[in-house]
């Protein structure tokens, strides 16, 4: 399911059905991210999540499938948390 939810991301509605849902403040980290890339918040996250499924860490996969397991609505949280990863500085990458 899941699978099928990360491929319909491409989908007009879908991407946009994703931002109302989530946390507010974690949409407008989105929205910043997407203007600095010049892309629209819908495509910030379609090409975000493409990303983390070709080339996440074996150890943010295992962090993800906990995520999942717990949650309510299991393709929400896995979206929110990608993107919380996406857009949340790391201190490795600020040098």
């Known amino acids: 399911m899941l699978g099928d ?6 989908r007009p509605g879908v991407a946009t059905a994703v931002l109302t849902a989530i ?6 980290r989105i929205e910043e991210c997407a203007a600095i890339e010049s892309m629209t918040s819908p495509e910030f996250i379609a090409g975000a999540v493409r990303e983390f499924v070709e080339r996440g860490e074996d150890d943010l996969w295992f962090q993800l499938l906990t995520v999942i397991r717990k949650a309510d609505d299991p393709s929400l949280a896995a979206i929110e948390t990608i993107m919380r990863w996406v857009v949340t500085p790391r201190a490795d990458s600020q040098a």
Do not use: V
């Not at 946390?23 to 407008?28: A, E, G, K, N, Q």
């Open 5 to 10: 939810f990360i491929a319909n991301l491409d």
């Open 23 to 28: 946390d507010s403040t974690l949409l407008r």
